[in-house]
Every structure is written in structure tokens, then in C-alpha cells.
């Protein structure tokens, strides 16, 4: 644990770090490194924030994920077999 940084940056930094694939994880770990993990209990607004930068994180380690509908013809489209 780092004196000079509090609990919830500490959140934030694991967050941005990729380290984490959850808030559950984020509180893990600030409990681990002996940090108070009710600092990210600070509502909706945080959470989000917090899922916002674990989803960036994980994008940029595995690029983004694409869904099966993005790939999906639409409505009235066909798929070609040929490279049309």
C-alpha cells in the first residue's frame, strides 16, 4: 500500500491497468494491498467509470470483441459466397 495513494485512485489505477476484469477483482485487490475496499462503493457514478476503464483495458490487451450480430447480414441483405 502506498501512503500518498488513496483507495479509490488506487481503483481507478487498476481499472486503467488491465489488471482487473471486474469491480469484484478491484476490491480483491485493494483489500490484498491493504487498502479499505468500501472505497468504491461510491454509487452508480463510480461503478460506472470503473466498468468504462476495465472494458477500455481489456480492449486494448485483446483489441476489440466484436458480436456475432456486428457480422450478421441485416434485414433484406444477403451474404455472398463470393468476395463481391
Known amino acids: 500500500m ?3 495513494v488513496s483507495a479509490l485512485e488506487r481503483a481507478f489505477q487498476l481499472a486503467r491497468s488491465g489488471q482487473a476484469a471486474s469491480i469484484d477483482d478491484i ?3 485493494l483489500k490484498r ?3 479499505e475496499e468500501k472505497a468504491v462503493d461510491g454509487g452508480p457514478s463510480v461503478a460506472g467509470q470503473l466498468r468504462k476503464l476495465i472494458i477500455e483495458a481489456s480492449e486494448r490487451k485483446r483489441g476489440p470483441i466484436l ?7 441485416r434485414s433484406g441483405e444477403r451474404r455472398s459466397s463470393r468476395g463481391s
Open 2 to 4: 502506498d501512503p500518498k
Open 27 to 29: 476490491k480483491k485487490r
Open 33 to 35: 494491498e491493504g487498502y
Open 67 to 73: 458480436s456475432t450480430i456486428d457480422s450478421a447480414p
